[in-house]
């Protein structure tokens, strides 16, 4: 249809011939909802479609896509736990040269999270996931590597990739769910992606144990992990939309505009009378950066580093000091596939906690109670005699506490920093935290090549752990309820 000389068509309409137009009056073409080339969205009307919009079955199926991704996020580092006994007895290797493996993954996810990080406020949080699941499904074959510096240097390489999944995840996630439910269902994300990656990396050491001996079977482990890699890039690329608030800052609000309705359905034209949106001079990066945001991601950044080196210390070292203890490979890893299993339902808890209570009161609460768990598996496994059932009770505890975190922290991160810097900002954070993991399994080789006790370095992990969250409890900021935009401007 032609109104004043421009061709004005129906939102779904098909092109047709103009001879055989049906003719409209001038009220229907007022009353009826078009598409203006002169005249898109403004960033208001796509921010508020964003948060106004229902769950739809959309963004559930968009959730699930990065479900996937952070479960293999999560069970790649966890597979370097279950890994290590087999290639001790293949190489021959002590405990301190066998925590090499884990600190070089960790280095790689170290520097993955500065670079996707940087990268995702570069060249968009959709993009960067895209890279970072093709790195690590060609690091994968490091399950056919012959001598030890060659699994070291494949994972080294897929740290790098999965390094940017959770700031890219979490980012994206973000700015796409309303407040209104950004607190439960990025946080039952978090937690259910870390939880199932253990349980899956638990579950396939398993069955690899069933099938391969133990000085094999850690091949098995991490070829088993091209078929979900492969899967989850599929997902990525096809239902994963680039994040709406990410175009609208770098001022392609036609582009937000598709990428905000292939979730929120259609989203109407400004109309032609509107004011035009007033736009504010953008504060340059660095000045957000290191001044107006630097004390929060120096104490975010400190209780990712506490967390990182509880939790990689923890989970890496577990199923070899259980070994130590007479379980066979296949005991411990279905022993800790269990107790990853068990601590699920639990979590329906930590998510009420955090969006019905408090975001930085469970925070703080889950740190205290996660080093105390840490402390008490410790005092169990010193002690040398604890039975499978208690074993499974305490480990489902400790893993509780810890999934918990795994899942709330990275939320907070991404709620507290504003668009142009969330990506960047939360690489740092989850930069730092690598630092954390990467001296968890490290100081435990350490510790353990020079005789040192189980129960000390337990205690001296949930120490680290309470001290996060201790600082975080006088400098967090609450963000329970609230929308990104009110967010930053209390800041």
């Known amino acids: 249809m032609r109104v004043l000389g421009r061709e004005i068509r129906l939102p779904g309409a098909l092109p047709v011939d ?35 919009s229902p769950m739809t079955r ?32 293949m190489f021959g290797l002590s405990p301190q040269t066998s925590s090499y493996l884990a600190v070089s993954g960790l280095t790689g ?85 870390s939880a199932l990656g253990y349980a899956l990396a638990a579950g396939v050491a398993t069955l690899s144990h069933l099938l391969l001996d133990s000085m094999n079977a850690w091949r098995l482990m991490w070829l088993l992990g091209l078929v979900p890699a492969a899967f989850i890039l599929v997902l990525r690329s096809r239902i994963i939309p680039e994040s709406a608030r990410f175009l609208i800052v770098r001022g392609r609000l036609r582009e937000a505009r598709l990428a905000a309705e292939s979730l929120v359905g259609p989203i109407p034209d400004s109309d032609p009378w509107d004011e035009p949106p007033k736009t504010e001079p953008r504060t340059p990066v660095a000045r957000l950066l290191w001044k107006r945001y630097l004390s929060q991601t120096l104490s975010l950044g400190l209780f ?12 890496t070292w577990l199923p070899t000091l259980m070994t130590q203890l007479g379980y066979t490979d296949a005991q411990s890893s279905s022993y800790l596939a269990l107790s990853a299993l068990l601590a699920v339902p639990a979590l329906a808890v930590s998510t009420w906690l955090y969006t019905r209570w408090s975001t930085i009161g469970t925070l703080v609460a889950y740190a205290l109670g996660g080093g105390l768990a840490i402390a008490t598996m410790g005092a169990a496994l ?9 074993l499974i009770g305490l480990a489902s505890s400790t893993i509780l506490f810890l ?44 510790w353990f090549t020079r005789g040192g006790s189980i129960l000390s370095f337990e205690v001296a992990l949930a120490t680290m752990l309470a001290i996060g969250g201790i600082v975080l409890a006088f400098t967090g900021r609450e963000t329970r309820g609230k929308t990104l935009e009110q967010i930053e401007r209390e800041f």
């Not at 010193?382 to 208690?390: E, F, T």
Request: glycine fraction near 12%; proline fraction near 7%.
């Open 58 to 89: 959309r963004h559930w199926y968009f959730l699930l896509s990065l479900l996937g991704a952070l479960a293999f996020d999560s069970m790649k580092p966890a597979t370097i736990g279950f890994v290590m006994p087999g290639m001790k007895e």
């Open 403 to 446: 999934t918990s975190l795994a899942g709330a922290y990275p939320i907070y991160t991404a709620e507290v920093f504003p668009t142009e810097i969330r990506s960047l900002d939360g690489g740092i954070v989850h930069a730092i935290g690598r630092i954390g993991a990467l001296l968890g399994p490290l100081v435990g080789g350490i």
């Open 304 to 315: 990712s580093f506490c967390w990182g080196i509880a939790n990689f210390g923890f989970v």
């Open 382 to 390: 010193g002690g040398a005699a604890v039975s499978a059932p208690m």
């Open 18 to 52: 103009p001879l055989s137009t049906p003719t409209m009056s001038l009220s229907q073409a007022v009353l009826s909802p078009v598409e203006s080339k002169e005249a898109p969205p403004s960033p208001e009307r796509i921010v508020a479609a964003i948060e106004e």
């Open 109 to 193: 996810m170290f520097f993955g999270s500065l670079v996707w990080g940087f990268l995702g406020d570069r060249i968009g949080r959709r993009r960067g996931l895209l890279f970072t699941v093709t790195i690590f499904i060609i690091a994968s074959f490091c399950g056919a590597a012959m001598e030890y510096w060659q699994s070291l240097l494949a994972c080294l390489v897929m740290g790098f990739g999965v390094g940017g999944e959770v700031p890219l995840v979490f980012a994206l996630a973000a700015e796409y769910i309303p407040a209104r439910m950004r607190g439960p269902a990025l946080l039952a994300l978090g937690i259910l992606g």
